[in-house]
T-cell receptor, first 114, second 113 residues
């Protein structure tokens, strides 16, 4: 069974610090996503990425966030200056192509900002 | 803006019962609807995907229906087992994939042995 892998599984960081969350999508997938889930709340879409550029982004994905696919396998989410309210589980997901294919989520990276 | 609501928020039933989880969405212009399972502290696993042109999908003991015009979907679980205990999330794709999925808050299901 193919899987999306994410690292780290858990990170604690001080407010104002930069954080990079890493994801390895499934190898033949073309569309990549980041979602987040604040404890007790809904899973929320952050950004979609295709062909080495952002396809869409939500209101949450402000200038503090950026994504990159640096080497053809990793897909990263960077938060430049973390805030307390950035504490959440961040999920990476990938899909082979749009139009109704199964989306695969990673196990998540739990970010705690203190 | 698409909103997804799931009822009930939590459900506890004895093993062996059949049960129905409900999902409603405000904008019927969707591409597809998916049901996911989330175990505590884990990622999301896709269970069933229903295209907008379909009425239902089945996988084993799971059956999902879609009534797009009324903005409703149900997930039917037959002969529930303790291993079915998890949070079940409903999500709609309103933008063809690029816009991401809009999720409900989920139904926390406990199956009592």
């Amino acid at each position: 069974e193919p899987e999306v892998t994410q690292t780290p599984s858990h990170q604690v960081t001080q407010m104002g610090q930069e954080v990079i969350l890493r994801c390895v999508p499934i190898s033949n997938h073309l569309y990549f996503y980041w979602y987040r889930q604040i404890l007790g709340q809904k899973v929320e879409f952050l950004v979609s990425f295709y062909n080495n550029e952002i396809s869409e982004k939500s209101e949450i994905f402000d200038d503090q966030f950026s994504v990159e696919r640096p080497d053809g396998s990793n897909f990263t989410l960077k938060i430049r200056s973390t805030k307390l309210e950035d504490s959440a589980m961040y999920f990476c997901a990938s899909i082979r192509s749009q139009g109704g294919n199964t989306i695969y989520f990673g196990e998540g990276s739990w970010l705690t900002v203190v | 803006k698409q909103e997804v609501t799931q009822i009930p928020a939590a459900l506890s039933v004895p093993e062996g019962e059949n049960l129905v989880l409900n999902c409603s969405f405000t904008d019927s212009a969707i591409y597809n609807l998916q049901w996911f399972r989330q175990d505590p502290g884990k990622g999301l696993t896709s269970l069933l995907l229903i295209q907008s042109s379909q009425r239902e999908q089945t996988s084993g003991r799971l059956n999902a229906s879609l009534d797009k015009s009324s903005g409703r979907s149900t997930l039917y679980i037959a002969a529930s087992q303790p291993g079915d205990s998890a949070t079940y999330l409903c999500a709609v794709d309103s933008g063809g994939g690029a816009d991401g999925l809009t999720f409900g808050k989920g139904t926390h299901l406990i199956i009592q042995p």
